[in-house]
C-alpha cells in the first residue's frame, strides 16, 4: 500500500463528500433529526392517561379509595356523576380508562369486600397495560398504617424511570448503522454507476487503497454522529454515563467498521444507486430498528424473529450501548459482545475486498 496515493484518495473523498449536499443531509442533518424526534417527540412513557371517575357515593371512604388516582402524575382525572357519561366519552376516546365507585363501597369495605370497578380501553395494548397496573396500584394502595411495614422503592438502572434513557442509547445504534451502511453504499453504487471507480482501476491505485479511502471520510461522519448523540444524551436528555466512555468510543469505532463494511458489501454487488439504497435500507436500518431490541424487548417476541434479530450485528452493539451508559462496565457482556462484533467486522471488510477486484466487467 502506497501512502502518497491513500493520502490522495482521501483528500478526494472528502473533498466529494462536503461537496455533494445529499451526502451531508444524510451524515448531518438527519441525526440531528433523529434525535430530536426519539429524544422529544418519541415515548413509551404514559403521562397525565385522561380517565373517568364515577362517584356513585360521595363518602370520605370513596373519596379516599380515589386519592391515589388524583394525586398520580399519570392521569388527568374526570370527575362524574354517572356510568352513561363514562360510557359516551370512552366510546369518543376522549378518556383512557373508567372507574366506578359504587354506592354500596363504604358497607361493602366494612365487611371485608370493598370493590371498585376498572374498565380501560383495550386498542392500544401496551398503553392499555400501563394504564391498567398504574390504577390498579393507586386503587389497591393501603389504606392506614400498613402494620408498621414500610416499602423503599427504587429502580436500578433507570432512576429516573422514563423511557428517553432507554430510547437515545440507543440512536447511537441507528445513526452508526445509517451513516456507515446506508451512505457508504448509496456513494459507492453511485460512483459505479458513473465509471468513477472503473477510471480508477486503470491507475497504479490498489482496490485495498480505494476501500480505505471510502471508509475513512464515512467514519469520521459517523464518529461525528456519535457525538453528537453523546452530546444530546447528557446536555438536552440528562442520560447518565455509568460505565467507561473511552469503552463506549472503541466499541462504537468497532461497531462502525461492520456498518462501514456491510455498505462496501452491499454496493460492490448492487453496482446501482437504487438497488444499493433499497438493500441498505432493508437488511441495516430496518431491522437496526425493529429487531435489535431498540423499541422492542428480544424476549418478548416469537423465537423466529428472536432469532433474525440475533444474526445482526446491531443487536450487539445495542446491547453494549445500553448497558454501558445505565449499568456500567459489565466485562462479560462487553467481551463478548466486542468479540461478536470483531468477527463481523473482519468478515463484512474482507468479504468487501474479495467482491472489489481491479478489473473491468
Same mark, same amino acid.
Request: hydrophobic share 55%; glycine share 6%; charged share 15%.
Given at each position: ?245 473511552? #469503552?463506549? %468510543? ?8 461492520? @456498518? *462501514?463494511?456491510?455498505?462496501? $458489501?452491499?454496493?460492490? !454487488? &448492487? ?61 462479560? #457482556?462487553? %467481551? ?8 463481523? @467486522? *473482519?468478515?463484512?471488510?474482507? $468479504?468487501?475486498?474479495? !467482491? &472489489? ?5
Amino acid at each position: 500500500m502506497n501512502l502518497r496515493r491513500l493520502i490522495a484518495l482521501t483528500r478526494k473523498e472528502f473533498r466529494q463528500l462536503l461537496r455533494d449536499s445529499s451526502n451531508l443531509a444524510i451524515g448531518v442533518l438527519l441525526p440531528i433529526v433523529l434525535i430530536l424526534i426519539f429524544g422529544y417527540g418519541l415515548s413509551l412513557d404514559v403521562k397525565n392517561a385522561p380517565i373517568a371517575i364515577v362517584m356513585e357515593d360521595s363518602s370520605p371512604t370513596a373519596s379516599e379509595a380515589v386519592a391515589g388516582l388524583q394525586l398520580s402524575p399519570v392521569f388527568s382525572p374526570v370527575m362524574l356523576g354517572s356510568m352513561h357519561e363514562a360510557e359516551q366519552l370512552m366510546l369518543a376516546r376522549r378518556v383512557d380508562a373508567i372507574v366506578r365507585v359504587p354506592s354500596t363501597f363504604p358497607g361493602d369495605l366494612a365487611a371485608g369486600k370493598g370493590r371498585i370497578q376498572l374498565l380501560v380501553h383495550g386498542s392500544e395494548a401496551n398503553r392499555a397495560t400501563i394504564i391498567m397496573n398504574y390504577a390498579s396500584a393507586a386503587l389497591a394502595r393501603p389504606r392506614g398504617p400498613a402494620q408498621g411495614v414500610s416499602i423503599e422503592q427504587r429502580m436500578w438502572f433507570n432512576a429516573a424511570n422514563t423511557s428517553t434513557w432507554y430510547l437515545v442509547p440507543g440512536l447511537i445504534v441507528l445513526i452508526m448503522t445509517l451513516v456507515g451502511a446506508f451512505l457508504t453504499a448509496l456513494v459507492m453504487a453511485r460512483e459505479w454507476e458513473r465509471g468513477t471507480l472503473e477510471a480508477l482501476f486503470v491507475t497504479p491505485v490498489r482496490p485495498a487503497e480505494i476501500l480505505l479511502a471510502k471508509i475513512i471520510p464515512y467514519f469520521c461522519v459517523g464518529m461525528g454522529g456519535l457525538v453528537l448523540c453523546l452530546l444530546a444524551a447528557r446536555l438536552l436528555f440528562d442520560v447518565p454515563m455509568q460505565g467507561s466512555l473511552i #469503552l463506549l %468510543l472503541l466499541s462504537s469505532m468497532l461497531y462502525l467498521f461492520v @456498518a *462501514v463494511g456491510m455498505g462496501l $458489501l452491499i454496493s460492490s !454487488v &448492487t453496482r446501482n444507486q437504487f438497488l444499493a439504497s433499497q438493500v441498505a435500507l432493508l437488511t441495516s436500518f430496518m431491522p437496526s430498528l425493529m429487531l435489535s431490541g431498540f423499541l422492542f424487548d428480544l424476549r418478548n417476541v416469537p423465537a423466529v424473529v428472536r432469532g433474525v434479530g440475533h444474526i445482526l450485528p446491531a443487536t450487539y452493539f445495542m446491547e453494549l450501548v445500553k448497558t454501558l451508559f445505565l449499568a456500567g462496565n459489565v466485562w462479560p #457482556l462487553i %467481551l463478548r459482545n466486542c468479540a461478536i462484533l470483531a468477527a463481523y @467486522a *473482519v468478515v463484512l471488510l474482507g $468479504l468487501a475486498r474479495f !467482491v &472489489t477486484r481491479k478489473k473491468l466487467d
